[in-house]
C-alpha cells in the first residue's frame, strides 16, 4: 500500500486521491472491474469538530470494522469516498488527511478489512465542482484511476444527492438508514430514485446485500422494504 496524491495544487477543480493501493496492481488487469463505493463519513468514521489536523486513524463508526470485513471477503475493490472541504484551503490538511488515510487502511489490514482506495472532494459546496454530490466526478476518477466499471459498481451511501451521483454514471446506489438516511427519507424525491435505489439498515446490511448479489442471492430483494419501492 502507498498513498498516492494526484495534481499540483489542490485548489483546482479535481478530486483529491488520498490513498490507492500499488497502482501496479491495477494497471496488471486489463478489463475494468466492478467496485463497491463506501461515503466514509457516517458509514465508515466518526469526526468530532476540530479533528480534521488530528494524527491519528479516524475513529470508525459502530459496525464499520464488521461491514468492511464482509465486503473484503470478496474480490471486488472497496473505495471509500468523502468531502472534505477544507482540503482545498490547505496543503497541510491534505498531508494530514493523507497521513490519517494511511494508518486507517494499515489498521484496518491488521483487521481482516480492507481499502484499495480513498477519494476526496475538496471543494466547498459553493465552489460547483464536477465531484461535490450529487456531481459525479469523484466515481469518474476513482473509476479512471483504478479502472473500474461503474456500472457493475454500486455506491453504499446514506443520502439522495449520493443515491443520485451514482445513478447518473449506471452504478447501483444502496441507500442505508443512518440518521441522516433515515431523515432523507422523509424527503420529497424523484420517484424513479427512490425506485432504483437499493436499501439496508446499515453498513453491514449493505455489505450483505452486495455480498449476497453477487452470489446470485438476490437477497438485496428481501432487505428492501416494500412501500418505498412504490413511493413518491
Ligand atoms: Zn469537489
Known amino acids: ?15 483529491t486521491v488520498l490513498h490507492t493501493a500499488e497502482r501496479a496492481d491495477w494497471e496488471r488487469r ?20 476540530g479533528c480534521v489536523l488530528a494524527t491519528t486513524a479516524p475513529t470508525l463508526t459502530f459496525g464499520a470494522l464488521e461491514g468492511l470485513r464482509i465486503l473484503a471477503r470478496l474480490e ?28 486507517l487502511v494499515e489498521e484496518l489490514a491488521t483487521q481482516d478489512a480492507r ?52 445513478l447518473t454514471v449506471q452504478c447501483q446506489p444502496i441507500l442505508t438508514m443512518t440518521a441522516c438516511g433515515r431523515a432523507e427519507l422523509a424527503l420529497p424525491m424523484w420517484a424513479e430514485l427512490r425506485a432504483r435505489a437499493w436499501y439496508a439498515a446499515d453498513l453491514v446490511g449493505a455489505a450483505l446485500c452486495v455480498e449476497a448479489t ?14 418505498l419501492a412504490h413511493a413518491m
Request: overall charge negative; proline content about 7%.
Open 76 to 103: 471486488t475493490p472497496i473505495v471509500l469516498l468523502m468531502d472534505q472541504a477544507r482540503v482545498s484551503h490547505a496543503d497541510a490538511v491534505q498531508q494530514t488527511l493523507e497521513l490519517r488515510h494511511a494508518r
Open 30 to 49: 486489463a478489463a475494468p472491474r466492478g467496485a463497491i463505493f463506501v461515503m466514509r463519513d457516517r458509514l465508515v468514521c466518526e469526526e468530532q469538530p
Open 115 to 166: 481499502v484499495d482506495g480513498v477519494f476526496c472532494c475538496p471543494h466547498w459546496p459553493g465552489e460547483a465542482c464536477d465531484c461535490h454530490m450529487p456531481q459525479s466526478a469523484l466515481l469518474r476518477a476513482a473509476a479512471a484511476t483504478l479502472n473500474l466499471d461503474l456500472s457493475r459498481s454500486a455506491l453504499i451511501c446514506d443520502t439522495w444527492d449520493q443515491a443520485y451521483a451514482a
Open 214 to 227: 453477487i452470489s446470485g442471492q438476490r437477497l438485496w430483494q428481501s432487505l428492501q422494504p416494500a412501500p
Open 1 to 15: 500500500m502507498k498513498i498516492v496524491t494526484q495534481g499540483a495544487s489542490v485548489t483546482d477543480q479535481m478530486p
